[in-house]
């Protein structure tokens, strides 16, 4: 009775570790910057300026060299975050929006390989758009600033999802 007490203790264990190590699709906003502030501390996000309207949620994150940046977040109807967009509105920063982009990925799609979706994405090219079994990414560099969306299959409506960026809607930088 006591060696199967031990190993029905051992498999409900065992259970508890494989559930929390799964990947959780569906976070909230607040959860999202909880975890993102924990995780990177040299992030410092404004969430005492967060903006909330019509499923979007609005905040700034300023990282350790004072680059500052734009997140949005976009719930479904139950609240859950279907979709991120980053910016920076200083073109040149395109080092510290890879590492802010990288870092952000792995909190919220952390079963992808953010190094390899950063090669696909934020590559020198003025637009990008790349797709993963879970997720669709978007790039843009633009004189405007250097923009990143990430959103969920899962939650994305059952129609047929269109980029957010599209190479028609890219402002290229004048030729000198």
Same mark, same amino acid.
């Not at 979709?83 to 920063?93: E, F, P, R, T, V």
């Not at 079994?133 to 299959?153: C, I, M, P, Q, W």
């Not at 599209?166 to 290229?172: F, G, R, W």
């Given at each position: 009775?006591?060696?199967?007490? #031990?190993?029905?203790? =051992?498999?409900?264990? #065992?259970?508890?570790?494989? #559930?929390?190590?799964?990947?959780? #699709?569906?976070? *909230?906003?607040?959860?999202?910057? %909880? ?6 501390? @040299?992030? *410092? ?14 905040? =700034? ?6 680059? $500052? ?6 719930? +479904? &109807?139950?609240? $859950?975050?279907?979709?991120? @967009?980053?910016?920076? /509105? +200083? *073109? ?9 982009? $990288? +870092?952000?990925? *792995? ?6 390989? /953010? ?10 090219? %003025? ?6 079994? $879970?997720?669709?990414?978007?790039? @843009?560099?633009? &004189? ?11 939650? %994305?409506? &059952?129609? &047929? ?16």
């Amino acid at each position: 009775m006591k060696r199967f007490l #031990a190993v029905l203790i =051992f498999l409900l264990g #065992a259970l508890l570790l494989l #559930a929390s190590c799964t990947v959780q #699709a569906e976070v *909230s906003p607040e959860l999202f910057v %909880s975890r993102f502030a924990k995780n990177y501390p @040299s992030y *410092s996000p404004e969430t005492e300026n967060m903006f909330y309207e019509n499923g979007k949620s609005v905040l =700034f994150v300023t990282d350790s060299d004072k680059t $500052r940046f734009a997140l949005e977040m976009t719930s +479904d &109807e139950r609240g $859950r975050v279907q979709k991120i @967009s980053l910016a920076c /509105a +200083d *073109s040149d920063k395109t080092d510290a929006f890879s590492a802010f982009v $990288r +870092d952000v990925i *792995s909190v919220y799609a952390a079963d992808e390989d /953010a190094e390899a979706v950063l090669k696909k994405t934020v590559n020198g090219e %003025s637009f990008a758009y790349h797709e993963t079994l $879970r997720y669709y990414y978007s790039f @843009s560099d633009t &004189e405007a600033g250097l923009f990143f969306a990430v959103e969920n299959k899962k939650l %994305s409506p &059952e129609k &047929e999802v269109v980029p957010t960026l599209k190479p028609n809607d890219i402002i290229t930088k004048p030729a000198e």
